[in-house]
């Protein structure tokens, strides 16, 4: 079992910038990914961004592209989600996911494919 804690959620102005953080509850040796997904109200929960845990290959999605930089910090099990130039439609409640299975490329953009979740964080962007 794998317990998902997020933080660094909030209200920020269009153009501002957060970070986010995914802390996970133990020892990520059975982690081959981890990333984070977003969802407004109304709307599907849709992938942002994901990292393979040993190579650290970075995957996003193109709506967040050269804004957004998600990195990890093997030692504390922790990921983490910079968000630059933020707009209005990025406000959403982000989670944090983690795979504990076997780790494909193409499989990341569905979250049927993580394993474990976090309870989420409410990011606003006022315009």
């Known amino acids: 079992q794998v317990q998902l804690v997020e933080s660094g959620g909030g209200v920020v102005q269009a153009g501002g910038s957060l970070r986010l953080s995914c802390a996970a509850s133990?020892?990520?040796?059975?982690?081959?990914?981890m990333g984070w997904f977003r969802q407004a109200p109304g709307k599907d929960r849709e992938f942002v961004a994901t990292?393979?845990?040993?190579?650290?290959?970075?995957y996003y999605a193109d709506s967040v592209k050269g804004r957004f930089t998600i990195s990890r910090d093997n030692a504390e099990n922790t990921v983490y989600l910079q968000m630059n130039s933020l707009k209005p439609e990025d406000t959403a409640v982000y989670y944090c996911?983690?795979?504990?299975?076997?780790?494909?490329?193409?499989?990341?953009?569905?979250?049927?494919?993580?394993?474990?979740w976090g309870q989420g964080t409410q990011v606003t962007v006022s315009s």
């Open positions: 990292i393979s845990w040993r190579r650290g290959s970075t």
């Open positions: 133990r020892r990520t040796a059975s982690v081959n990914a």
């Open positions: 996911a983690a795979v504990v299975r076997t780790f494909i490329s193409t499989g990341i953009y569905s979250p049927a494919n993580y394993d474990y």
